[in-house]
């Protein structure tokens, strides 16, 4: 880090505000964050200084506009390090399922004057436009995430990541397997924890919030999604939902499609 107070922004993009929540949510761990680095941009806690040259900047959002695409290029020319947050900023989030489907032809069909709407044809990552150097997955991600990567940069130290399956938090909390008890679609084996197995630990589902874990085997589960009785598109969907712009779902979910397109008469 620079000499000095270290100086931090939160910039935000495409998305929900839901992950800079994150950092408001943490209460009086932020007035002691506060304490440890300058926070020089923040517009949804009141600073603004948007061409602020600092030492971290959390960028939460994705790509949509052209705008976008130059503002994030000045971002990553101010910032000795680039964190993305949440599942817009590292896989695209939501607003990338337009990228399977016309996304013209939707905003023709929405809008009365769509040659006011300058949004690009595709909504896309961070990284898929300057160089990120760690990325914090979640939908939203927590006050944990946040905090404990602060503090490491601050200790000069790469902040460690969570990697682990959410099938492993399941058993660290006892919570029955749903998708072995239930037969229910759990996205569990191939999704990162970090949530603390939230649903599965309350009876439902993992819907893949934290994106995908270390080396997950999409493909397998969705052959045993298949065996529960999902028809290709739907196995599909489960893939290509949060973080459909992530490699290893993005390859799944495309495959599904192409089942699910195959098997039509």
Known sequence: MATGKPRLAVHKFSSCDGCQLAF???????????????????????????????DIAFVEGSISTSEDEERIQKIRKNSRWL?????????????????????????????????????????????????????????????RQVLGAVRALLFGVVPALEKDKVCLECKRHQAVCVLVAKGLPCMGPVTRTGCGALCPRFGRDCYACYGPAENPNAMALGRRLEGLGLVPEAVARRFLFINSGAPAFAEAGRHWREQAHDSKP
Do not use: K
């Open 83 to 143: 964190i993305t947050i949440g599942a817009c900023a590292t896989a695209g989030g939501l607003q990338a399922l337009r990228n399977l489907a016309d996304g013209p032809g939707w905003i023709a069909e929405i809008y009365a004057q769509p040659e006011h709407i300058h949004s690009l044809a595709t909504s896309t990552p961070i990284a898929a436009h300057v160089p990120v150097d760690m990325e914090l997955w979640g939908c939203p991600v927590n006050g």
């Open 24 to 54: 408001l949510n943490l209460g009086e761990d932020l007035l002691r964050l506060a304490e440890l680095v300058e926070i020089v941009h923040f517009a949804e806690a009141g600073p603004v200084d948007p061409d602020a040259v600092v």
